[in-house]
């Protein structure tokens, strides 16, 4: 397994829409973070960790982070370094 790829918990809603947007995670301490904004949503692949889905570019504490959502239906984040 990927040391890099952590999978993590995600409260998200769908909106009227359809679209589904994840407003919070639970990083692997166990730690929930709120996600302040969505800037962007595309296909894409982690280069770092591997794996692809789509790519939400979200804006927690000021910083942007990436948060994949995979076809199998998890989702994972690219561990920092």
């Known amino acids: ?23 919070s995670f639970v990083w692997e301490d166990g730690v929930e973070y709120e996600i302040s904004k ?8 982690s280069l770092k960790a591997g794996g692809a889905g789509m790519r939400y570019t979200c804006v927690v504490d000021g910083k942007e982070v990436y948060l994949f959502y995979e076809d199998n239906n998890m989702w994972f984040m690219e561990k920092s370094a």
Not at 2 to 23: H, Q, R, S
Not at 38 to 45: P, T, Y
């Open 1 to 23: 397994m990927n040391e890099d790829k952590i999978y993590v918990d995600v409260n998200a809603t769908f909106t009227k829409d359809g679209m589904l947007l994840p407003k």
């Open 38 to 45: 969505v800037k962007d949503i595309r296909r894409a692949a």
